[in-house]
């Protein structure tokens, strides 16, 4: 029902290809298209059933084999407590659209920040296992991430491990791992 009253709703179309059951959607030019925040995306089959998906950061939405408006619950990168000190390490956490899993990329920027910290890397420690947590932006290598179109977002200090949830336990750590 909110959707139906919301004033600054808007339609922006997705270019997309097929392939067997891979959708590819490529996503809208710019920021000037779309600005930055959430989404709903509606992907509507061949006999005009809409699948609803729901996006926090990439990771939340239909899979194969779900019923048709069923959401899926995965875990999202997450901000204890929407806690602003340092050194509050990162976690996963049922998406639940609070500041607290509100993620930024800048322009020309590989940091990903939150709650006006970046994420880091502890003493730059690119070991699998590493607990990641926020800390005071500064754009050293401990905070700069490439972000793959596999969907891995990998610490520029060493870009054999990526980010991961140390379990699919609520609440897990989130660490940099092998892929």
Request: proline share 7%; aromatic share 8%; hydrophobic share 30%.
């Amino acid at each position: 029902m909110t959707h139906g009253v919301n004033q600054s709703q808007g339609y922006v179309p997705l270019k997309f290809s097929a392939s067997g059951t891979t959708l590819t959607v490529t996503g809208p030019p710019n920021g000037g298209v779309a600005p930055p925040g959430y989404y709903m995306l509606f992907i509507v089959d061949a006999s005009r059933r809409a699948v609803y998906c729901k996006d926090c950061s990439g990771r939340q939405g239909s899979e194969p084999g779900d019923e048709p408006g069923q959401e899926r619950h995965r875990p999202m990168l997450d901000v204890p407590s929407a806690a602003t000190a340092i050194r509050t390490y990162l976690q996963a956490h049922t998406c639940n659209n609070t500041k607290a899993q509100a993620l930024t990329r800048l322009p020309n920027d590989s940091t990903i920040r939150v709650l006006g910290n970046c994420f880091d890397v502890p003493s730059r420690n690119f070991v699998k296992g590493q607990k990641v947590w926020t800390y005071t932006c500064n754009n050293t290598i401990a905070q700069t991430w490439q972000f793959r179109s596999d969907g891995t977002i990998r610490p520029i200090g060493k870009t054999t491990l990526c980010l991961a949830a140390a379990s699919s336990a609520s609440n897990a750590a989130i660490l940099i791992n092998d892929v």
